[in-house]
T-cell receptor, first 116, second 114 residues
Framework: GNSVTQMEGPVTLSEEAFLTINCTYTATGYPSLFWYVQYPGEGLQLLLKATKADDKGSNKGFEATYRKETTSFHLEKGSVQVSDSAVYFCALSGRAGGTSYGKLTFGQGTILTVHP | EAQVTQNPRYLITVTGKKLTVTCSQNMNHEYMSWYRQDPGLGLRQIYYSMNVEVTDKGDVPEGYKVSRKEKRNFPLILESPSPNQTSLYFC?????????????FGPGTRLTVL
């Protein structure tokens, strides 16, 4: 079955530091890949997505590239801010028409804390 | 405003007392789903529904029921809650008209079963 593995947290950084959160996946076929963010006390919001190999998703200064050869989708940001403190989830979903379409398989989540 | 709403946001109950968590979306989405979030485990799918009157089990369906009588609503029912169902629950919805599945999440319901 499908699975997603994220780097263990929590991650603590100073403002303006570089961020990398590793994510690798196991899936049949060609899944779509997502990063979701959960701010304190809120639900999950889609941060960025990539739907095919070599696609780069980007949003709010965050980036992730769909690497089929290494089955990875690492999240990066060049300069984090205090407001980026949140829980980040890597996830995958099957393609339309497939048996796993619609279901999101999540990693365990990574807590990020950014200090001034 | 396009949104997914859940009620209640917080609930403390006792073992065996039936409860229902409601979920509603105003985006005319076909697909709806329930997840539970537990520390170190991420989110796991409980049940999902591809459309009205069509529901199916996710990865952790034991102890839960759902129904989909209307397109906008997808309640989660715990007939006899137990302490191991203490968790943070999220409802999500998405359109099936597309090549990938962007799901929209509700704000969550924190359930404690004593």
């Amino acid at each position: 079955g499908n699975s997603v593995t994220q780097m263990e947290g929590p991650v603590t950084l100073s403002e303006e530091a570089f961020l990398t959160i590793n994510c690798t996946y196991t899936a049949t076929g060609y899944p779509s890949l997502f990063w979701y963010v959960q701010y304190p006390g809120e639900g999950l919001q889609l941060l960025l997505k990539a739907t095919k190999a070599d696609d780069k998703g980007s949003n709010k200064g965050f980036e992730a590239t769909y690497r089929k050869e290494t089955t990875s989708f690492h999240l990066e940001k060049g300069s984090v801010q205090v407001s980026d403190s949140a829980v980040y989830f890597c996830a995958l979903s099957g393609r339309a028409g497939g048996t796993s379409y619609g279901k999101l398989t999540f990693g365990q989540g990574t807590i990020l804390t950014v200090h001034p | 405003e396009a949104q997914v709403t859940q009620n209640p946001r917080y609930l403390i109950t006792v073992t065996g007392k039936k409860l229902t968590v409601t979920c509603s979306q105003n985006m005319n989405h076909e697909y709806m789903s329930w997840y539970r979030q537990d520390p170190g485990l991420g989110l796991r799918q409980i049940y999902y529904s591809m459309n009205v009157e069509v529901t199916d089990k996710g990865d952790v369906p034991e102890g839960y029921k759902v129904s989909r009588k209307e397109k906008r609503n997808f309640p989660l029912i715990l007939e006899s809650p137990s302490p191991n169902q203490t968790s943070l629950y999220f409802c999500a919805s998405s359109s099936t008209q597309g090549s990938y599945n962007e799901q929209f999440f509700g704000p969550g319901t924190r359930l404690t079963v004593l």
